[in-house]
């Protein structure tokens, strides 16, 4: 079956950067467009970016020019780098076998918390 695992999530000051990971399993990852959500308490999911089965890529405007997707297809993986971060991008990160920006697949990972805060 299909499994999506989230790794590299913590706490982080302002102005910090974490890599987040998403190794996949049961699945012709290569083919998958994927994605990344995230939410916050209280607040809805909401799509943070994607990346084609080609490499091409999207990002929601509150992140665009500080986070950047990529993968690595060779090892099953989607990347979601995090820089300059800001404490309102404080929430439960999850990848997804999205199709486009915005759209849901299936398939969950698990979360991991990533925590911005002085």
């Known amino acids: 079956q299909v499994q999506l695992v989230e790794s590299g999530g913590g706490l982080v000051q302002p102005g910090g950067s974490l890599r987040l990971s998403c190794a996949a399993s049961?699945?012709?990852?290569?083919?998958?467009?994927m994605g990344w959500y995230r939410q916050a308490p209280g607040k809805q999911r909401e799509a943070v970016s994607a990346?084609?089965?080609?490499?091409?890529?999207s990002y929601a405007d509150s992140v665009k020019g500080r986070f950047t997707i990529s993968r690595d297809n060779a090892k099953n993986t989607v990347y979601l780098q995090m820089n300059s971060l800001k404490p309102e991008d404080t929430a439960v990160y999850y990848c997804?076998?999205?199709?486009?920006?915005?759209?849901?697949?299936?398939?969950w990972g698990q979360g991991t918390q990533v925590t911005v805060s002085s």
């Open positions: 997804n076998d999205s199709p486009g920006f915005g759209r849901v697949g299936p398939y």
């Open positions: 049961g699945m012709s990852f290569s083919r998958y467009a």
């Open positions: 990346i084609t089965s080609g490499g091409s890529t």
